[in-house]
């Protein structure tokens, strides 16, 4: 099946400063990535999506890089908040949708 | 709010239970999803439905059986369950087209006694 990592499973940033989240894949098909926030008690939410026609998407606060070339997806978050505090994964498209297992982000006050 | 809702928002049933798990989506999306969320492991897909037919069935045991009577509602019915089966069942939806997000519910939470 479809190979999606994430480089790490936790991460710790101090309020104010930005957050780095990696993903590596492994299928050169794929063609469109999601990065997902899950808060506890709450489902995946939708964060920001980036086609491979382009190589940098910015939303409010995050920035989506994708990097054909070694199969590599990050998302940046700038002056992190408490509130950013969640899981985050990747998913991207093959047969289905494929999703990393997730970094658990800890933003310390 | 997501714009998919899910009930009960937690379960626990014991193994010659039946139970059903329900999904409404208010999206106007044609293709509903169950996934399976495992600790420490990526979302499994169980099951698709795009327009209420049935496209994708991943190898899921027979003890889960779907139902989706139109493209607003999904349901996942739960019969002679194992402990192992507990975990977080999401449901999405999603608009037409491949390259589109998948909009989740909160899950039920199920724990199998």
């Known amino acids: 099946g479809e190979s999606v990592g994430l480089h790490l499973p936790t991460l710790s940033v101090q309020e104010g400063d930005n957050s780095i989240i990696n993903c590596a894949y492994s299928n050169s098909a794929s063609d469109y990535f999601i990065w997902y926030k899950q808060e506890s008690g709450k489902g995946p939410q939708f964060i920001i999506d980036i086609r491979s026609n382009m190589d940098k998407r910015q939303g409010q606060r995050v920035t989506v890089l994708l990097n054909k070339t070694v199969k590599h997806l990050s998302l940046q978050i700038a002056a992190t908040q408490p509130g950013d505090s969640a899981v985050y994964f990747c998913a991207l498209t093959g047969n289905q949708f494929y999703f990393g297992t997730g970094t658990s982000l800890t933003v310390i006050p | ?113």
Not at chain 2, 77 to 89: K, V
């Open chain 2, 1 to 113: 709010e997501t714009g998919v809702t899910q009930t009960p928002r937690h379960l626990v049933m014991g193994m010659t239970n039946k139970k059903s798990l329900k999904c409404e989506q208010h999206l106007g999306h044609n293709a509903m999803y169950w996934y399976k969320q495992s600790a420490k492991k990526p979302l499994e897909l169980m099951f698709v439905y795009n327009f209420k037919e049935q496209t994708e069935n991943n190898s899921v045991p027979s003890r889960f059986s779907p139902e989706c009577p139109n493209s607003s509602h999904l349901f996942l019915h739960l019969h002679t369950l194992q402990p192992e089966d507990s975990a977080l069942y999401l449901c999405a939806s999603s608009p037409p087209g491949r390259n589109s997000p998948l909009h989740f519910g909160n899950g039920t939470r199920l724990t199998v006694t």
